[in-house]
């Protein structure tokens, strides 16, 4: 500092500092003890401690103008973010793009969270019972046809089905079988009859009805010589199981000819008819039990 008060000796020739550095010290205000000599020398004084770079106007151009430059940048960006130009319209396929792409990016970002979450813990197959589901009961094997054989009709075959089944339910060999088979074509044709002699015969199913005394049903018996009564001779089951019964109490029936173990039961008039009808009985005992 010069006596007269001035800050002009800090700066060279050329205004440049004599320090090594450009960056200008912080400048502390102090009240200043000297008085000035002169008004002028105050001012300039003061002047230089508000703007240091008053005595360097070549680097305040260019500080000033670098200022500027940033407020201008500044204030360019700013207008790029916030307006649009009056003549730039928005682009409809831009927009739908721009708009197609957010939604996939949340589809996207949802499918994300929904793989990440936790699966909800399913119930073990083995811990809940199971359904109501009842095992299917095993068809019933349908019954074998018996076809009518040895000139018979279905009638006549469905009556020595009955005799041949009772005759099983029996124990009856096969021999006993035929036998009965045999003696119930010579006697009723294998057609259940009533008799007109005893009108409640004809009470019960019948498929013919005779005139023969009072002999009833598939074995002609009659109820009068004690075969049962009229209601169980009309049934073919109870008849057959009282012939058969009869002819097992006959000794050594098995090796008799057919035609005198019929006749030692039923003590007919024409002995030797039962002979006949052997064959025939063979070949149906033969289809029914196949």
């Known amino acids: 500092m010069r006596d007269d008060g001035t800050l002009d000796d800090q700066y060279?020739?050329?205004g440049s500092a004599d320090r090594?550095?450009?960056?200008?010290?912080?400048?502390?205000?102090t009240p200043c003890t000297e008085a000035p000599t002169a008004r002028g020398s105050l001012r300039t004084r003061?002047?230089?401690?508000?703007?240091p770079f008053a005595a360097r106007p070549g680097r305040t151009k260019m500080a000033m103008a670098t200022g500027a430059v940033c407020c201008l940048g500044l204030v360019g960006g700013f207008t790029q973010i916030g307006a649009r130009p009056a003549g730039d319209t928005p682009n409809p396929a831009a927009s739908a793009e721009m708009a197609e792409r957010a939604a996939v990016d949340a589809a996207s970002r949802g499918l994300a969270r929904e793989s990440t979450a936790p699966a909800t813990p399913s119930a073990s197959p083995s811990a809940t019972p199971s359904a109501t589901a009842?095992?299917?009961p095993k068809a019933k094997p349908k019954p074998r046809r018996i076809v009518p054989v040895a000139g018979l009709d279905q009638t006549q075959?469905?009556?020595?089905k009955k005799i041949v089944q009772a005759g099983r339910e029996m124990g009856v060999p096969r021999r006993g079988?035929?036998?009965?088979?045999?003696t119930a074509m010579q006697e009723s044709t294998l057609l259940?009859?009533?008799?007109a002699v005893l009108p409640e015969s004809q009470n019960y199913p019948h498929q013919a009805i005779g005139w023969d005394h009072d002999s009833v049903g598939l074995f002609q018996q009659r109820p009068s010589s004690g075969w049962g009564t009229v209601e169980e001779l009309m049934d073919p089951e109870y008849a057959t199981k009282a012939f058969l019964s009869a002819l097992e109490e006959i000794p050594g029936w098995q090796d008799l000819p057919l035609t005198v173990a019929a006749q030692t039961v039923q003590v007919s008039a024409f002995p030797d008819a039962y002979a006949q009808h052997e064959w025939r009985a063979n070949a149906?005992?033969?289809?029914?039990?196949g």
Not at 20 to 28: A, H, K
Request: no cysteine.
């Open 12 to 14: 060279g020739p050329d």
């Open 20 to 29: 090594s550095d450009d960056t200008p010290s912080i400048v502390q205000l």
């Open 46 to 51: 003061f002047n230089a401690l508000l703007n």
């Open 134 to 136: 009842k095992p299917k």
């Open 157 to 160: 075959m469905n009556n020595a």
């Open 177 to 182: 079988l035929v036998i009965a088979v045999a």
């Open 192 to 195: 259940n009859y009533a008799s």
């Open 284 to 289: 149906v005992v033969k289809e029914i039990l």
